[in-house]
């Protein structure tokens, strides 16, 4: 028998009641977005590869589909994350000298998933904000994350907080650029993310001085934000540039506390997760039955310089398809169950009906319906001469 018709791995179809589910939440979304002032933008679903990579690093090379466009001969790229766009777009289409705040939602398709259960085909979300280098925009963008995960009906959110700016002041304050150059940066991050005290001290054998005593006492400064705060100014350089992104982390942990109950806020200055596409404060979302954040974002002011124009920008983005597994909400609508019958009056009643908002489906002549997305729990009947509707029998 043919297999033809089986997708790929980690490739799936979306049913109708999760299809509902993602479609209500992507409604939402932008709906709040845009009562934050933020712009909806659609950026293509492929580009030349080399608008599309601009300014993000390696990683994102790795989990881009590569193409040939038939028409110029040219390689192109499947985009597998829209925050690049956004940035082109924010860069050359807008070229606004002010704030701008922009919103965006689509699927994105990567090479490999990025976890066993995960899709290579995600319904990316986001929002960013172009323009404002204070620390204003974090907590905007950083409100508007918190404010999407809980539209999903998520609770116990816990906020991790990071900041690219400090590894940057340390890895600047090594003693000389040639010992710098020796080090495997790449392994140096990934010890630093692993907590691996021993590679760590192994990569930084020989090197002696402040920062050096500062990357390795990363790994434990991880916790609850006033006490970590507190053991990071003793353990590491008095330089202005971790001074500030300190206050940052306290100011953003504060924000983040004070959005309510069922939110609460960490520091883990080693995970330096996006830290070649960061500036500046780094925060991912956790909930209860995920490993991984629900939610990334934070600051990433380079991103325009690639693309020709230096400009501030912050943004969080997150997976609807994910987000809509984890939704306890139920998606399923409940709707009315009419005959099919071509009398006037039931035709009018039918249009009432739809047009205050009511879902009403005709029954086909002969056949069952089977629905997922809706429950019928009432039907149209002629009453007395009135169609009228009313509780469906069980």
Same mark, same amino acid.
């Not at 845009?34 to 690093?57: F, I, K, N, Q």
């Not at 600047?172 to 021993?198: C, H, R, V, W, Y």
């Given at each position: ?10 490739? =799936? #179809? @979306?049913?109708?009641? $999760? ?6 939440? !992507?409604? %939402? +979304?932008? /709906? ?104 204003? =925009? #974090? @907590?905007?963008?950083? $409100? ?6 809980? !539209?999903? %009906? +998520?609770? /116990? ?238």
């Amino acid at each position: 028998m043919s297999k033809s018709w089986l997708l790929p791995e980690s490739i =799936a #179809d @979306i049913l109708p009641s $999760e299809a509902r589910k993602i479609e209500e939440l !992507r409604r %939402g +979304l932008l /709906d709040d977005f845009r009562s934050y002032g933020y712009e909806l933008v659609m950026p293509p679903l492929l580009e030349y590869l080399e608008s599309l990579l601009t300014g993000t690093g390696h990683d994102l090379s790795l989990r881009t589909f590569k193409l040939i466009d038939q028409l110029s001969g040219r390689t192109m790229g499947l985009r597998a994350d829209i925050t690049p766009q956004v940035a082109r777009i924010d860069a050359h289409l807008l070229n606004r000298s002010g704030v701008t705040r922009l919103c965006y939602s689509g699927s994105v398709l990567h090479t490999r998933a990025a976890g066993f259960h995960s899709t290579r085909e995600p319904i990316q979300a986001g929002a960013e904000i172009y323009g404002h280098a204070g620390i204003e =925009a #974090d @907590i905007e963008i950083q $409100e508007l994350m918190l404010a999407a995960l809980r !539209r999903a %009906g +998520l609770a /116990d959110i816990r906020v991790d907080l990071c900041h690219a700016g400090i590894l940057e002041a340390l890895l600047a304050g090594l003693p000389n650029s040639e010992n710098i150059e020796n080090i495997d940066q790449e392994a140096l991050f990934a010890a630093l993310e692993a907590k691996e005290q021993t590679a760590l001290d192994g990569l930084l054998r020989g090197l002696s001085g402040p920062s050096v005593d500062g990357l390795r006492a990363l790994p434990a400064l991880y916790g609850e934000p006033a006490e970590v705060l507190v053991r990071a100014a003793k353990a590491l350089p008095a330089a202005p540039a971790i001074a500030k992104a300190l206050d940052e982390l306290a100011t953003l942990a504060k924000a983040a506390e004070a959005a309510g109950q069922g939110v609460s806020a960490s520091l883990d200055l080693s995970d330096l997760r996006g830290y070649h596409y960061h500036s500046g404060v780094m925060f991912a979302a956790y909930v209860a039955g995920l490993p991984n954040a629900v939610a990334r974002g934070g600051r990433y002011d380079r991103v325009g310089q690639a693309f020709g124009r230096a400009r501030p920008a912050t943004g969080f983005s997150l997976d609807l398809r994910e987000l809509a597994g984890l939704s306890p909400i139920e998606a399923r609508t409940t709707a009315i169950l009419a005959p099919w019958d071509q009398d006037l009056e039931l035709v009018k009643k039918i249009k009432e009906l739809r047009q205050s908002g009511e879902v009403v489906i005709q029954s086909l002549p002969g056949n069952q319906h089977d629905l997922d997305e809706f429950s019928c729990d009432r039907m149209l009947t002629l009453r007395d001469g009135q169609w009228t509707v009313v509780p469906r029998p069980a």
